[in-house]
């Protein structure tokens, strides 16, 4: 029966996430937002939706394993693997802006939450903790980052050209509730998937914090597997590279900063070698990006592989 809500549980994440990802793009298109703009912001939110919910819940019942590791893992497997995955599709342009400011904002997320869980390191403190405190210092860069994604969104929107057969075909009504009904959703589906996976963790003898970088990682993200590479079938890579970028700043500064606000946050120590793989990750992302402008299918192979020995790895190390 565990397992049957488990599977529940990932449906209603990936099928809410699927609703309101398309509400809210359509919304978004009314509004004229270029593509790179819609990836960073309505997709990139909207399918980090249920690392939100599956973080926020762990944290209220004080599993900060499962919150750290779901952001942690969520972050190598869409730097590695979706974005591999859907660069062996279908090639992925990367903007001059996306290599000058985006991913090294994603560098920033992830730089600092190493610099805040190094407590006994740098602070010789008994415990690795996120407070509360670190917990609004995170949300304060997140209000950076849309303070410049609204002005980039600003100063781009009189370049857009507006698209009447898109006005004309939207439905406000139908929109919010195809992006509230996938919000409940996505709650809902949250919720089983935390008190489902840490049952089936703790009876194969497994950690908390290896179902955090595996099972809940993976299962949270396929809303941006799906919808990267159905962006690079349509040849829409500005959407499919924006929503992995703005989902790993999303999930760092947002959900784990409202996650430690809600309740500090515990760091497993075996965490820290996820950690610099993330950054590690990161920094690749920003060298292939410069490479012709483009993520061709080789480095995309590369970054698949990258991901799945890094998951034998850590079944391993359990």
Known sequence: MTYLLLL????????????????????????????????????????????????????????????????????????????????????????????????????????????????????????????????????????????????????????????????????????????IGGLVGIVFGGSLVVENSIQIALSLGMSETLVGLTIVAVGTSLPELV????????????????NIVGSNIFNVFFILGASATIHPLAVDPKIFLDMWLMIFVTILLLILSRTHYKISKIEGTILAIIYIIYVTFIIFRN
């Open 8 to 179: 529940i549980g990932f449906a209603l994440l990936i099928k809410g996430a699927d609703y309101f990802v398309d509400g809210s793009s359509k919304i978004a298109q009314t509004l004229r937002v270029s593509p790179m703009l819609i990836g960073l912001t309505i997709v990139a939110f909207g399918t980090s939706a249920p690392e939100a919910s599956v973080s926020f819940i762990a944290a209220f019942e004080g599993n900060s394993n499962v919150a750290i590791g779901n952001v942690v893992g969520s972050n190598i497997f869409n730097s590695t693997f979706i974005l591999g995955v859907t660069a062996i599709v279908f090639p992925l342009a990367v903007q001059s802006d996306t290599i000058r400011k985006e991913i090294p904002f994603a560098l920033l997320a992830a730089v600092a939450l190493l610099l805040l869980i190094s407590d006994i390191q740098l602070q010789y403190s008994e415990i690795n903790l996120i407070t509360r405190t670190e917990g609004i210092l995170l949300l304060l860069f997140f209000a950076v980052f849309l303070y410049y994604v609204f002005e980039m969104a600003r100063n781009n929107r009189n370049q857009i050209e507006e698209n009447p057969s898109v006005t004309l075909n939207t439905s406000w009504t139908k929109n919010l509730i195809f992006s």
């Open 227 to 242: 919808t990267s590479i159905t962006a690079a079938i349509k040849k829409q890579t500005e959407i499919a590279i924006g």
